[in-house]
Nanobody, 124 residues
Framework: QVQLVESGGGLVQAGGSLRLSCAAF????????MGWFRQAPGKEREFVAA????????YYADSVKGRFTISRDNAKNTAYLQMNSLKPEDTAVYYC?????????????????WGQGTQVTVSS
């Protein structure tokens, strides 16, 4: 069992940066692949990024590649999403999630555990 708690969201101007954190509570955090998803009003939840349990492999949606960086610190049971060059279209609730799968990580149904989400709003 893993409980996930996101933090770090907020209001930022276009071009700015935010760093999201996902704190995990459970003894097996280091064995899970971690993912970040986002959901804007009226839209489906979409994949943003994922990182393997060792942190050696990362995956990104094309829309955030080159601007966002996913990382993790297994000693702190925490995953991060560094978001730079933010755009108004990045506005959404951001969720972290955990899975034991290592493929098809862009699929929502691959993930077993989800956080409650943190709001990110980018003003133009």
């Amino acid at each position: 069992q893993v409980q996930l708690v996101e933090s770090g969201g907020g209001l930022v101007q276009a071009g700015g940066s935010l760093r999201l954190s996902c704190a995990a509570f459970g003894r097996t955090f280091s064995t899970y692949t971690m993912g970040w998803f986002r959901q804007a009003p009226g839209k489906e939840r979409e994949f943003v990024a994922a990182i393997s349990w060792r942190g050696t492999s990362t995956y990104y949606a094309d829309s955030v590649k080159g601007r966002f960086t996913i990382s993790r610190d297994n000693a702190k049971n925490t995953a991060y999403l560094q978001m730079n060059s933010l755009k108004p279209e990045d506005t959404a609730v951001y969720y972290c999630a955990a899975t034991r799968y290592s493929s098809s990580l862009q699929r929502v149904d691959r993930y077993d555990y989800w956080g409650q989400g943190t709001q990110v709003t980018v003003s133009s």
